[in-house]
């Protein structure tokens, strides 16, 4: 057979003469030739056979057109060595015969290039169309998977997209592919995954057809929202995450959701999902069947959907309810978390149910009893009890009873002493603790508890241990703007009053005298248990000084002093160590009528013309110095009187008693001014 000449050429020929047999084939001129031409190629050998083909081809044409009819000679002569001319066999085959078969091989030509067309047209359209083809493997090569399309030529597919692909990689398995580009080398490019993203594709727009759910993975975060791999990447708004919007969608990260194709373009590739509209449905087919049930009192399950600051909100089936947190337990909460936690499924009663806005309020603790109704009786006054410390605050700590009864040890209720800074000194969250119940009050829902009761009281044995007058020692614990608190023992404090620190200085802050940490001694005043008081001095200690001088000096005493400040109304003077006295402006004059410069620390001679013990006060004057005769004089004066005179001795001698006995300061300066000017 000639391998220039297709074998379907011969075919088509055969089945459009049947009646040709195999006795009489068709042959080409390269197996029988004409004499002459057999005898100008009898010099052909291997070496001219080795020529190119289309030598060959141009030789056999020429030698084929000489022994053609005229019409297939001009049709072989335009092929350029293509087509071969059929002759007959040899012997004497009529003319009519070798005319009929030039013209039937010639339309099995055409009808060979119909096909062909045909056939490339095809490929066109599954590659321009992109047709998923569904294909059978033949063979597997270094590099592609052979495949047997339908078309004259097989497909190709890579390798490494159907590495993974099970059954596959053997022959006669089946495969869909698409159909790409014809290969310059022979045989069709073609495609795996474009056949599997085609038929993702034809289900997603199956599906956003007969709106049914696809479910994807969540595979990250976009702005705007999440990116969900369905088959293909699809994007995810956040509005269309759930029902109410969403804060944090990092949590979906990962999951599996079921959403619903809500916008596709194949062109562009993009596809648009939602998992709201599911959700919204759901919820709408749950609510109809809850609220055909739904009463007040009714006790429902529901699922904690989420947590606020002042409750939480239960999905009842379609329905929300919000569960304050003034109904989630007959204690006290400080946060809805400390009782349920998002996803919890818990029972809760119907308290209120508002048809027309579809409001629900719950309530948890309305499920049982409330345990104050007989706290009195299972708490009374006095008794010990333990509990677990729930909270610590400022002003004290919060123990737990039991479930929905809670106490308060006060901060004041801890312990004797007074130093404690914060009840988390003593306590803390957790801690186990044995407490007294000091009152009980069920309408507020309170328990007043104590610790210090169950210790020994240091202030009962107080008064004996230290009785008023006794000498104590301490250290400064704190000075204040009234005194300062010293410390004698372990939680016991006493208070120094800034009126009990001299009895000279006048001292405005404690600090002036004392400092924080230093050892005192001081003398205990009194002792008050009850109220936890103990009252110290300190100056105490040394005698009083006023006591002194009230003791030595009395009114008309004439003493020297230093004057120490000055006032628009006198001059305050030093008149003993400690002891200080009043020089009014109007005292301040010298014997000559004129006033007397009041400088401060000038030395002045002062007489005493006013005293009051209990207010520790003492009026001075100069004044009254230059006018007043001291007490020599006086004394002297008196004798004088005494001394009989002349003829009215007697007379005289009881006026003298008398007068001696009711002497004035104007008889006695009168006296005076008489012996001056008789001098």
Not at 540 to 548: A, E, F, S
Request: with cysteine; glycine share 8%; aromatic share 4%.
């Amino acid at each position: 057979m000639n391998p220039w000449i297709p074998e379907s050429a011969f075919t088509m020929v055969e089945n459009h003469n049947p009646d040709i047999n195999e006795s009489k084939p068709l042959t080409t001129e390269t197996e029988v030739l004409a004499p002459h031409a057999t005898a100008d190629h009898t010099g052909l050998s291997s070496e001219s056979t080795s020529t190119q083909p289309h030598e060959t081809a141009r030789e056999t044409s020429s030698v084929a057109t000489q022994h053609a009819p005229p019409a297939a000679a001009a049709r072989a002569s335009t092929d350029h060595g293509t087509v071969a001319t059929v002759t007959a066999a040899a012997g004497d085959e009529p003319d009519d015969d070798l005319n009929y078969d030039a013209a039937d091989f010639a339309a099995a030509l055409a009808n060979f290039d119909r096909e062909q067309a045909a056939e490339s047209a095809a490929a066109q359209n599954l590659t321009v169309e992109e047709v998923i083809v569904t294909g059978t493997v033949v063979k597997v090569t270094d590099k592609h998977v052979v495949v047997d399309i339908g078309l004259k030529s097989e497909g190709l597919i890579p390798l490494e997209q159907v590495l993974d692909i099970h059954g596959v990689s053997k022959s006669g398995d089946s495969v869909e592919v698409v159909v790409e580009r014809e290969e310059p080398e022979g045989g069709y490019l073609v495609s795996y995954d474009k056949a599997l993203r085609h038929k993702v594709w034809d289900k997603l727009e199956q599906a956003a057809n007969d709106k049914t759910p696809v479910k994807g993975m969540v595979l990250g975060r976009v702005k705007g929202g999440l990116t969900v791999d369905i088959g293909i990447k699809a994007f995810l708004p956040g509005s269309q995450v759930e029902v109410r919007p969403v804060r944090n969608l990092d949590g979906y990260i990962g999951t599996e959701i079921e959403v619903r194709v809500i916008k596709l373009n194949k062109k562009r590739g993009n596809v648009v999902i939602s998992r709201k509209e599911l959700l919204e449905e759901d919820q709408n087919a749950k609510k109809s069947i809850t609220l055909a049930t739904l009463e007040e009192g009714s006790v429902l399950t529901g699922t904690v959907k989420n947590l606020t600051d002042y409750g939480a909100f239960v999905d009842l089936g379609g329905l929300d309810g919000l569960l304050h947190i003034t109904d989630m337990s007959w204690g006290r909460l400080t946060h809805p978390r400390d009782l349920v936690n998002v996803g919890d499924e818990i029972q809760v009663k119907v308290l209120k149910f508002d048809k027309e806005k579809q409001r629900v309020s719950l309530g948890f603790k309305q499920l049982t009893p409330d345990p104050w109704l007989d706290a009195t009786e299972r708490y009374p006054i006095g008794a010990q009890v333990r509990g677990r410390v729930l909270s610590v605050t400022d002003y004290g700590a919060f123990i737990e009873l039991e479930q929905g009864i809670e106490g308060l040890v006060h901060v004041s209720e801890m312990t004797w002493s007074k130093r404690m800074k914060h009840p988390s000194k003593m306590v803390k969250p957790g801690d186990e603790v044995d407490t007294i119940i000091l009152s009980v009050n069920p309408n507020d829902r309170r328990i007043s508890l104590g610790m210090k009761q169950l210790q020994e009281n240091p202030w009962e044995q107080l008064e004996d241990k230290y009785p008023t007058g006794a000498i104590i020692e301490g250290r400064v614990r704190n000075l204040t703007d009234f005194g300062a608190f010293i410390e004698i023992e372990d939680g016991i404090d006493g208070l120094v009053h800034v009126s009990n620190l001299s009895w000279t200085k006048r001292i405005k802050h404690p600090s002036e005298v004392l400092k924080k940490g230093e050892k005192v001694r001081a003398i205990v005043l009194g002792v008050e248990p009850e109220n936890r008081r103990l009252s110290l001095g300190v100056k105490q200690l040394q005698p009083d000084v006023w006591d002194t001088f009230f003791a030595q000096h009395r009114v008309g005493d004439v003493i020297k002093g230093k004057i120490l400040r000055t006032a628009q109304f006198g001059a305050f003077v030093e008149i003993a160590e400690g002891v200080e006295g009043l020089c009014h402006v109007s005292e301040a004059v010298g014997p000559d009528g004129k006033p007397v410069a009041m400088d401060v620390d000038s030395e002045h001679e002062f007489k005493i013309v006013k005293m009051n013990q209990e207010e520790k006060k003492v009026g001075l004057s100069i004044r009254a110095v230059g006018e007043e005769a001291s007490r020599a004089e006086v004394e002297s004066y008196k004798e004088r009187e005494k001394t009989p005179k002349g003829n009215n001795s007697g007379s005289s001698s009881s006026s003298s008693s008398g007068n001696s006995s009711s002497t004035t300061l104007g008889d006695l300066i009168n006296w005076k001014r008489s012996e001056s000017e008789r001098d």
